[in-house]
């Protein structure tokens, strides 16, 4: 037994072998690989996603200006335009109220348009629907207001400064009354305030376009044709042509103005609306603060370089002025025989 334990010798004992650094190396370095390819494999995933242009992208949403400090009954007529061709950059919050100087030609309204336009936060662009496409249906005349209320409409009465009220000077005869019914719904919705101005002297009026009706054929200041002028000396010039008077449609004619301003008055009633008269701004000018409170603008004293053409007496402004008086006297419309302001 001893022998056969013996046999068993230090010499003799198979021990199991030891595992190879270099093997372990290689499955470290295996294993790196196959996560590094793995890696590699989700960035150019990502990669591609990026370069076929299914980009996540973060809109920004703009705050919307709000009407502070403003009366509930006045929200719907302030308006926050956002032009097409411009940026109003730093005023684009500021408040825009809607407006349309609503007259007749030969009224005082170019002279009451430069008035406005001398405050520098009221832009009103002028006779735009004189230019007869504008006014060819119901539709290029709603547009051509969607432009100019966004301020896209550019004159040379366009402000730079913030502009706090935006309008325009339109005749009855452009369009206006035979689209009432649209363009009244239009100043409803959209919030547009009409200022109604008139004269009351239907007859001074009719002399004017008389003599505006002459000038454009004539152009009696330096051959060039005048409606407004800026002078005293062209003034003169333009009122030493007297009108003779067709006496026979005299009436009528006065009687077809008249009834077309009340109709206009009617047809807007529903909308917000002033009514004024060029010789009651003449006498008192202090009605121009009524129509900057009207319009919400900062007062300012409003100046126009414009100078009046047709002064006096108006028997001195007609050449068939006796036959003009008989025409009148007894009438509704004798009135306008007297000189009703001095200027």
């Known amino acids: 037994m001893a022998d056969d334990f013996c046999f068993f010798s230090k010499d003799s004992i198979i021990k199991p072998p030891k595992a190879s650094p270099m093997m372990l190396r290689m ?26 242009g299914r980009i996540v992208s973060v809109h920004v949403v703009e705050k919307p ?41 030969r009224s005082g309204s170019g002279w009451f348009e430069t008035l406005l336009n001398s405050h520098m936060n009221i832009s009103s662009n002028g006779e735009i629907f004189s230019v007869k496409v504008r006014k060819s249906n119901v539709s290029t005349i709603l547009d051509t207001l969607d432009k100019l209320y966004n301020l896209d409409f550019f004159t040379s009465a366009s402000k730079n400064e913030c502009t706090a009220a935006v309008g325009l000077k339109w ?96 047809y807007f009633n529903s909308t917000r609306h002033i009514i ?13 603060n009524d129509v900057q409170d009207f319009l919400k603008v900062p007062r300012r004293d409003l100046h126009s370089r414009q100078v009046k053409i047709h002064k006096g007496t108006l028997s001195s402004q007609v050449e068939n002025w006796v036959d003009v008086e008989k025409t009148l006297k007894g009438t509704p419309y004798e009135s306008f025989l007297h000189s009703d302001y001095k200027i």
Do not use: W
């Open 27 to 52: 499955v470290v370095l295996i294993f790196a690989m196959v996560c590094g390819v793995y890696i590699c494999s989700i960035g150019l995933k990502q990669i591609g996603v990026h370069s076929s």
């Open 65 to 105: 200006c709000e009407a502070t400090d403003i009366e509930p009954s006045e929200k719907p007529y302030v308006h926050f335009p956002k032009p097409k061709t411009f940026s109003r950059a730093e005023c684009a919050c500021n408040p825009v109220r809607n407006f349309a100087i609503l007259s007749t030609q």
């Open 171 to 266: 005749m009855l005869n452009q369009g206006l009354m035979q689209n009432h019914e649209q363009i009244v719904e239009y100043f409803k919705t959209r919030g547009v305030s009409a200022i109604f101005l008139f004269r009351r002297n239907l007859l001074r009026r009719m002399i004017s376009m008389l003599a505006n009706s002459y000038d454009q054929s004539a152009k009696l200041v330096n051959g060039t044709h005048k409606s407004h002028v800026h002078s005293p000396k062209e003034a003169e010039m333009l009122a030493s042509y007297k009108p003779t008077i067709n006496t026979t449609l005299l009436i009528p004619n006065l009687k077809q103005v008249d009834n077309m301003a009340i109709k206009a008055v009617q």
């Open 276 to 288: 004024l008269f060029y010789e009651d701004i003449i006498k008192n000018q202090t009605i121009l």
